[in-house]
């Protein structure tokens, strides 16, 4: 994978919004595989993967994958153990 390819959280921010209705950037999450708690804008994304992919910055765990299409979206957020978000 491209070095010049891989973003951070913020680079997904208006889709989150758009997926949950709220400010995702500062939403804490843990990392399925390594236990990481970052704020979703401390993560590793590539945008053209194909759809997008959320990675752990600590051991590139797929957190997230979004996949747009025929006015659906697919959300796999299996790679996340949880995800705190705000009331
Ligand atoms: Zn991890």
Same mark, same amino acid.
């Given at each position: 994978?491209?070095?010049?390819?891989?973003? !951070? =959280? /913020?680079?997904? @921010?208006g889709?989150?919004?758009?997926?949950? @209705? %709220?400010?995702? $950037? $500062?939403v804490? +999450?843990?990392? +399925?595989?390594c =236990?990481?708690h970052?704020q979703?804008?401390? $993560? !590793?994304v590539?945008l053209?993967?194909? @759809?997008?992919? %959320?990675?752990?910055?600590?051991?590139?765990?797929?957190?997230?994958?979004?996949?747009? @299409? /025929?006015g659906?979206t697919?959300? !796999?957020l299996? =790679?996340?153990?949880?995800?705190?978000?705000?009331?």
């Amino acid at each position: 994978m491209a070095e010049e390819r891989r973003l !951070d =959280g /913020n680079a997904i @921010g208006g889709v989150m919004i758009e997926l949950f @209705g %709220v400010e995702m $950037t $500062t939403v804490p +999450g843990s990392c +399925g595989n390594c =236990g990481a708690h970052e704020q979703m804008a401390e $993560t !590793d994304v590539y945008l053209d993967a194909p @759809g997008i992919v %959320v990675r752990c910055r600590h051991c590139q765990n797929v957190l997230i994958r979004i996949v747009r @299409g /025929n006015g659906r979206t697919w959300l !796999d957020l299996s =790679g996340l153990s949880s995800l705190e978000l705000p009331l």
